[in-house]
């Protein structure tokens, strides 16, 4: 069995990564963000290389792309700024929230059944150039290596239902892994209870944004499951926040679960970029919050785990279907 991670500049061997960002926000460019989310609206190749050069001088190797079909990724644009940052970015197929699809009805209405071919397509042969927003479909080389499905609140809805079966058909077909959007950091445990259902292997799956909620009891509860968390609210938090990200790290690892764990910055907010005037940088992750888990107790092995070989090893899957 050989695995790889799919970037898009093609498949690399996993032991190639370095340090990975688990959950970042590149390209971020539609109708509806740049009328509706002016803060969020991420469109410009220079500006990223700008920030990602950055975050590659201080060390990151690879990143992971994290947002789906239809709601603002562009494939080319990512392999323009990996092509010239040298970092390897890892894109995302799936589907977001409803909030990112006013005028694209079918990505909240569609069955499992109509969405699960098109995430295997990108996985398998390119993501479309027109991001599945037209009735034309032009595959680029650009394949995706992550599967994304979303809930928008704790117990969900019709829709979200037929999106996680999509997501876990895409995965069994591929093998590639599946990230998910906690919205608010909450709703993992139901996501779990869909996940379980429709037969998906936990470890092969990561919950996002779940430090958004300081409650150890809730992320025990779900590091038992056997599922890995992304934790990226670091950005956002002042070094010495109490109980912020860098404190659940500590509390997580002291209960034995350094090896679920991944960080990442979802740093889609241009008010963070050190490039658009912003502080404190995608840079940071790597560079100075090291030091602030370093003074919460987490050792140097367990960071080299956090970025590097957890990762790795989540990010690899055998596309010739192995397991």
């Known amino acids: 069995m050989t695995t790889i991670v799919r970037t898009v500049l093609g498949d690399v061997n996993p032991a190639t990564l370095g340090a990975t960002y688990m959950h970042e926000h590149l390209i971020l460019d539609s109708l509806v963000i740049a009328e509706r989310f ?13 920030e990602v050069s950055l975050a590659k ?27 010239q940052t040298g970092v390897a970015i890892v ?40 991001d599945y927003t037209g009735p034309v479909v032009e595959r680029t080389a650009v394949r995706a290596g992550i599967i994304k499905v ?34 608010g950091g909450g709703g993992g445990l139901e996501q779990i209870t869909m996940l379980t259902a429709l037969g998906v292997d936990l ?14 009891g809730y992320h025990r509860e779900l590091l038992s499951s056997g599922v890995n968390l992304e934790y990226d609210q670091a950005l956002r938090q002042p070094p010495d926040e109490p109980e912020g990200t860098a404190w659940l790290v500590a509390r997580m690892v002291e209960e034995g679960y350094a090896d679920q764990l991944m960080l990442g910055t979802d740093g889609a907010r241009r008010s963070l970029w050190i490039t658009l005037g912003g502080s404190p940088g995608l840079a940071y992750l790597h560079d100075r919050f090291v030091d602030v888990l370093a003074a919460h107790g987490v050792a140097a092995e367990v960071v080299g785990r956090l970025f590097v070989s957890n990762p790795a090893r989540f990010l690899a899957f055998d596309p010739e279907g192995g397991a």
């Open 91 to 130: 894109a995302t197929t799936g589907l977001h929230v409803a909030k990112y699809y006013a005028g694209h009805p079918w990505a909240v209405t569609a069955s499992a059944e109509t969405l699960a071919p098109l995430f295997i397509a990108d996985i398998t042969n390119g993501i479309d150039a027109y």
């Open 38 to 50: 002016p803060h969020i609206h991420l469109h410009s190749v220079d500006d990223a290389v700008a």
């Open 57 to 83: 001088a201080a060390g990151v190797g690879a990143m992971v792309d994290a947002m789906p079909c239809a709601g603002g990724r562009d494939p080319r644009r990512l392999a323009e700024i990996s092509r």
């Open 203 to 216: 470890s092969r799956v990561v919950l996002s944004h779940t430090d958004r909620i300081a409650d150890p």
């Open 150 to 183: 979303a809930t928008a609140q704790a117990e969900p809805d019709p829709h979200a239902k037929e999106l996680f079966a999509a997501g876990a058909a895409a995965h069994q077909a591929t093998r590639a892994p599946l990230l998910t959007h906690c919205d």
